[in-house]
């Protein structure tokens, strides 16, 4: 889904001393074929560069299907690209777990991990860091590994050292 205003482009975005590097690394990422892990505290501007780069590629990289944005706006796409905040995440694999779930874990990891070409994974660690949503987090980190092709990004409050 992309947003059909301006409030997450980079062009609206307000670079500052505190957020210059996450703004330049995010626009490196748009070219690279390599992950990033952004963290800073609450409004910090993390959420809006990973949206603003998603909603970037997805207009950008057109080709495949049709996939209307939910206001009123379709976008012909090539490469498939999804965003999700961590916590939903999460929510969906828990949900695997019901009886009588009709949707495994493995069917959740191959939707945010097969036939698309990047994954934006944003506010890890707003929910509490477990064994379980680290393990999810590694296993798809681990299948964008093998992929040879990482390019994921990943939102956080939380620094690398606080979240392991």
């Not at 892990?37 to 910090?44: A, L, Q, R, T």
């Not at 690209?81 to 874990?105: Q, S, V």
Request: include cysteine.
């Amino acid at each position: 889904m992309t947003d059909s205003n301006n409030k997450n482009l980079f062009d609206c975005f307000q670079v500052n001393e505190n957020n210059r590097l996450a703004f330049q690394k995010t626009k490196d990422f748009m070219v690279s074929n390599k992950g990033l892990f952004i963290f800073g505290s609450v409004g910090s501007g993390k959420t809006h560069l990973a949206r603003a780069c998603y909603n970037e590629l997805v207009k950008t990289e057109g080709r495949g299907k049709f996939v209307d944005n939910g206001y009123g706006h379709s976008y012909y796409i090539k490469k498939e690209y999804k965003f999700i905040p961590a916590p939903e995440l999460f929510l969906l694999i828990r949900e695997c777990f019901r009886k009588n779930a009709e949707t495994t874990e493995m069917d959740i990891l191959d939707n945010y991990s097969k036939n698309i070409e990047g994954l934006f994974l944003d506010d890890f660690g707003v929910e509490k860091v477990s064994e379980f949503t680290l393990e999810t987090v590694y296993l798809l980190l681990d299948r964008w590994e093998r992929k040879k092709q990482p390019k994921i990004f990943i939102t956080s409050n939380l620094t690398l050292q606080q979240i392991t």
